[in-house]
């Protein structure tokens, strides 16, 4: 009784001091945010502020570019919402087909899209760029938005999930009167929900964080998301303002932290209940 009563104090002392250690990196951001700007490097081996200063807030807020960082928020959650709604209702219904239809070739289409999940994403950008300018999409958000409608390979592997479901509920459903759409919809997504859930937060945070896709095809400062707006204030051929940037990189943080906090229990749900199945 006496070693385990020792364990679990020394086991939370090691996880914790571990977690300080993670975390470290975010709380000298949180600290730096706090300083004078052009201190922040000079004084980077000391983690607290001297003296505080709320300046950075005050001017990062004020935006770059001609456009408030409130404009940037919300060009980032217009993105984000119609991204993530595309993304898991188009693989939850491609999952759907290759986990509950029969057709001509099914194996061999789930090979092709398991094939596309292993593709590096650099190889594409390219031939992707050039079918988007012949569109006449560039420097709107049609080429980050719309191909999430067309499903996304992470997210199609939901069919594993749809397979552990028994069949004989459709069975049932089907003896009732409903078709394949009723099916996927009144009883394929309620049963599937923290699946969804999971890969909502997913899309989100993918989406949230992308600089690759705004760089390529944004070339309005009224149309850039966060990551756009934060590389605003970095400039090579002039002063940088890192205390604004690190003071956004703080206010683009919160979004994260929030989803996070009101959603956890539904990634740990998701997994648990594909663990049980």
């Not at 560039?138 to 552990?164: C, D």
Request: contains cysteine; aromatic residues 16%.
């Amino acid at each position: 009784m006496k070693g385990k009563s020792l364990k679990w104090p020394v086991y939370h002392l090691v996880v914790g001091g571990l977690a300080l250690l993670l975390l470290y990196p975010v709380i000298w951001l949180l600290m730096s945010s706090f300083k004078v700007s052009n201190t922040i490097f000079t004084t980077a081996h000391r983690l607290l502020p001297d003296p505080w200063t709320w300046e950075n807030y005050k001017i990062g807020w004020q935006g770059i570019g001609g456009q408030t960082f409130a404009d940037f928020m919300m060009n980032s959650l217009e993105i984000v919402v119609l991204s993530t709604i595309g993304a898991v209702f188009s693989s939850a219904f491609i999952a759907f087909g290759f986990a509950r239809l029969k057709f001509a070739g099914r194996s061999f289409w789930f090979g092709v899209m398991l094939v596309t999940l292993m593709l590096p994403h650099d190889v594409v950008l390219v031939p992707q760029y050039v079918i988007f300018s012949k569109l006449d999409w560039l420097n709107s958000i049609k080429p980050i938005v719309v191909p999430q409608y067309f499903g996304i390979p992470f997210f199609i592997l939901l069919v594993q999930f749809i397979r552990t479901i028994p069949s004989e509920l459709d069975e049932a459903a089907t003896i009732d009167g409903c078709g394949k759409f009723r099916l996927f919809f009144r009883i394929i997504l309620p049963l599937v929900a923290p699946a969804l859930a999971t890969a909502s937060i997913f899309s989100f945070y993918w989406r949230w964080e992308d600089l690759l896709g705004p760089v390529l095809y944004l070339n309005s400062p009224s149309l850039y998301p966060v990551s756009m707006g934060l590389k605003m204030f970095l400039d090579s051929e002039t002063i940088s303002n890192w205390g604004a940037m690190f003071a956004m990189s703080i206010v683009t943080l919160l979004p994260v932290l929030a989803v996070f906090f009101m959603f956890q229990k539904y990634i740990v749900e998701g997994i648990s209940t594909s663990g049980l199945k």
